[in-house]
T-cell receptor, first 113, second 115 residues
Framework: NAGVTQTPKFRILKIGQSMTLQCTQD?????MYWYRQDPGMGLKLIYY???????DKGEVPNGYNVSRSTTEDFPLRLELAAPSQTSVYFC????????????FGDGTRLSIL | GENVEQHPSTLSVQEGDSAVIKCTYS??????FPWYKQELGKGPQLIID?????GEKKDQRIAVTLNKTAKHFSLHITETQPEDSAVYFC??????????????FGQGTTLQVKP
């Protein structure tokens, strides 16, 4: 199994451009998450989803949007890229059962110039 | 809400020595405490976890201890090897009755094992 797959691995955007970070998982997990990781910092939750059609804000949602039309996919959308959104973005999934680990993809490294 | 504090932020040890990383949490209702290892250019990978019904769990050279009264848990790595060099994160759920699978992560510890 591939687990959690994120694309692209790297991307450079200009200020004001938009893009979608893709995330797909093949473990039939109900719960999915998007985090950003800034240098020397931990993981900050952007958005999460507990099932298809259900999404909710995390700690740092401003400037981002998500959708969850299928169990497998959880794309993250940046509408108007800003330099403050330069970061490494990680997608994760979890079974949906209580007290279980999250499984992470290898991240998308995004630079806004 | 839950707050997770992790110390130290950096740790350098000689190969073969032990390494200990400590985390404290604030929500006494938290019952699940995973540890993740993040290698350069990769996503965090679960290395060990513990639930509140046990005080210690071991897996080869890695162990985790939990003190629910003091609200802290620690990662112990014995006989460290250069491949243990990475960033380590602790985490804890927010607690409360709703199950969202969310985790609050510590700030991370960069472990360097010198050959």
């Amino acid at each position: 199994n591939a687990g959690v797959t994120q694309t692209p691995k790297f991307r450079i955007l200009k200020i004001g451009q938009s893009m979608t970070l893709q995330c797909t998982q093949d473990m039939n997990h109900n719960y999915m998450y998007w985090y950003r990781q800034d240098p020397g910092m931990g993981l900050k939750l952007i958005y999460y989803s507990v099932g298809a059609g259900i999404t909710d804000k995390g700690e740092v949602p401003n400037g981002y949007n998500v959708s969850r039309s299928t169990t497998e996919d959880f794309p993250l959308r940046l509408e108007l890229a800003a330099p403050s959104q330069t970061s490494v973005y990680f997608c994760a999934s979890q079974t949906g059962l209580r007290d279980q680990p999250q499984h992470f993809g290898d991240g998308t490294r995004l630079s806004i110039l | 809400g839950e707050n997770v504090e992790q110390h130290p932020s950096t740790l350098s040890v000689q190969e073969g020595d032990s390494a200990v990383i400590k985390c404290t949490y604030s929500d006494s209702a938290s019952n699940y405490f995973p540890w993740y290892k993040q290698e350069l250019g990769k996503g965090p990978q679960l290395i060990i976890d513990i639930r509140s019904n046990v005080g210690e769990k071991k897996d080869q050279r890695i162990a985790v201890t939990l003190n629910k009264t003091a609200k802290h848990f620690s990662l112990h790595i014995t006989e460290t090897q250069p491949e243990d060099s990475a960033v380590y994160f602790c985490a804890a759920p927010p607690g409360g009755s709703s199950n969202t699978g969310k985790l609050i992560f510590g700030q991370g510890t960069t472990l360097q094992v010198k050959p």
